[in-house]
């Protein structure tokens, strides 16, 4: 049960203080590059596919904004996202407005709309080797991402049956829709370094200056 006092008018304000802070602003366990809970890092990994940069709160820091926020929003958990001064909701809500595109309309962007046909990433054939050996291995999902900020992402995982199954090669990579308009015309290789060999992935609106 809440206590009603909890709440203090100076509290009220830090609040407000903190939601007015940014477009967005997430009320997190923990930062965007070390969250210290699985809800908090899926909404981070959320909100990393449309914005380089969002105001987050690490409610771990401070435990008065952490129980103070729950009774301003009338939101009994942690995270939770404000856009625009408006409480979004917490992680369900997060990624469920992500898949249907409102999300993407709070923000004011536009959604990608591509289909997995319309994906062209290529890929050598000693990159293809090296991932079908390490998806062998994992027995999992092989997930492909391209951030905000154009940083991309090779992992093993579930999917989550919302992203799209593109064919590379002789894979299959699942994308999120945003990655995808980011991952068109990309090419995955292999390079020598002086540590040994990596996976480099070459994305043409990076080379265009975004």
Known sequence: MKDPMSLTPELES???????SGTAVLFMKGSPAAPQCGFSAQVVQVLN??????ETF???????????VKEFSDWPTIPQLYIGGEFMGGCDIVKEMYDNGELHDALGMERAELSADQV???ISAEAEQILRNAQQQQ???????????????LGFGPAAGTELRVPVGGLFFLLDRDSAGRAQG????VVDTEHGQ?????????????
């Open 186 to 189: 990309a090419s995955i290789t």
């Open 120 to 122: 062209e990433i290529t």
């Open 58 to 68: 690490d409610v771990l820091s401070d435990g008065e904004v952490r129980e103070g």
């Open 14 to 20: 830090r609040i407000q203080g903190i939601v007015d």
């Open 139 to 153: 027995g999992a999902e092989l997930h492909f991402g391209i951030d905000a900020k154009f940083q991309p992402f």
């Open 49 to 54: 596919r449309l914005l380089p940069a969002y």
């Open 198 to 210: 990596r996976l480099d992935v070459d994305i043409p609106a990076v080379r265009a200056g975004g």
